[in-house]
């Protein structure tokens, strides 16, 4: 019998990110890009002490990821999971922690009673991934920091229960922002981050026959809005706007349960 999960985010955005999730009594962090004490007060909101963390996975290293991994892991003695790219990236940081994991991104690996799948994505990073939870159709996707689709994104994403889908911004309010035009490029590029009209022309494509939960998340402060992210994935599911959860930087949402 699968196991029930449940999954919450303590933020999302440029300004730091971190998201768990729980199944039976194993609790999951995916990055953790705050300082030890937010980290705290955000586990706090949701009921959660830092001592019932079973495991951090890395998405890859970016500081609003994983500027926070070290000093939570090392407080409280928590095993860390990433990729061989990632962790010699942030071997400065990560290098001395007891209980570091190398994946094979093709891999997957449980964590107690949670299941992982990493799964690669195109960003500028040095071996990025991001992380299918669960199995069967209980499963959570989540996708954020990726600068296009691509077809193994999609048969990750495909059938999940839950998706947590990077919005990050509007194409015309990148183009009018006073960004220099590098970070433009950047941003918007294959190597950078979905914007609202990719995301849903992505969501259009999977299966989503199984959907009980999808998270619009990393929103731009100054490129996007959640009217606006909402929106283009409403476009996508023909759903009404109130189905479309949207992850805030400062609250992140609370915990949503798959069924």
Not at 183 to 210: P, T, W, Y
Not at 228 to 242: D, M, S
Request: glycine content about 10%; proline content about 3%.
């Amino acid at each position: 019998m699968t196991t029930h999960l449940r999954f919450a985010s303590l933020g999302s955005g440029s300004e730091g990110n971190a998201l768990v999730v729980q199944a039976g009594n194993t609790v999951v962090m995916m990055d953790c890009g705050f300082n030890l004490s937010d980290t705290v007060g955000r586990l706090s909101r949701l009921g959660l002490q830092p001592e019932s963390l079973d495991g951090i996975v890395v998405t890859h290293e970016h500081g609003d990821h994983v500027s926070g991994v070290a000093r939570l892991a090392r407080k409280y003695d928590i095993p860390v999971w990433l990729t061989h790219g990632t962790y010699r990236a942030q071997f400065k940081t990560l290098g001395d922690l007891p209980r570091v994991t190398e994946i094979n991104p093709h891999i997957s690996f449980s964590i107690g009673d949670v299941q992982v799948r990493p799964y690669l994505v195109p960003h500028d990073a040095a071996e990025p991934v991001q992380y299918v939870f669960g199995e069967g159709v209980k499963r959570l996707g989540v996708l954020t920091d990726a600068g296009c689709s691509t077809l193994h994104i999609e048969q990750m994403l495909s059938g999940c229960a839950a998706l947590v889908l990077e919005c990050n911004h509007d194409e015309g309010l990148l183009s009018r922002c006073d960004y220099p035009f590098s970070v433009k490029q950047r941003v918007g590029g294959r190597l950078g981050h979905l914007n609202n009209s990719a995301a849903a022309d992505l969501l259009a494509r999977l299966d989503n026959s199984q959907l009980q939960h999808i998270v619009a998340a990393h929103l731009s402060r100054k490129n996007n809005t959640p009217e606006l992210a909402v929106k283009a994935l409403c476009g996508a599911l023909n759903c009404a706007e109130e189905w479309i959860g949207v992850a805030s930087q400062e609250n992140g949402f609370t915990w949503r349960e798959i069924i």
